[in-house]
């Protein structure tokens, strides 16, 4: 009875630590520029993107297309970056080399 107690514990334990991490880990909505864009190594698409915000999360750093929408995201940094436009991007972590999930031009 003692033993199922204590694993039952346990298993509660990592419960709790595993919902914390992926909290941590959750995405967020950012205004951005586009500084560069394009196809990179492998078949990914690469965009570089800088925060927009007053205390910016991230300057001039790589993030990687969602690649099943590869080639639309680019398409949209492209037209981003031609009428200098900024666009709202929803990314999995602000650390470089991190998804794209979304993108959107923004007036």
Request: proline share 2%; aromatic share 12%.
């Amino acid at each position: 009875m003692r033993v199922k107690k204590v694993f039952l514990a346990i298993v509660l334990v990592f419960s709790m630590v595993a919902v914390f991490v992926v909290s941590v880990h959750a995405g967020e909505w950012y205004t951005c520029t586009v500084n560069m864009a394009g196809a990179g190594w492998g078949k990914h698409c690469y965009i570089k993107l800088s925060d927009t915000a007053d205390s910016p999360a991230f300057k001039n750093k790589w993030f990687i297309a969602r690649d099943s929408q590869k080639k639309e995201m680019l398409a949209t940094a492209l037209t981003a970056m031609t009428n200098n436009m900024n666009v709202v991007v929803y990314i999995s972590s602000s650390t470089p080399y991190s998804i794209i999930h979304a993108m959107y031009v923004k007036r």
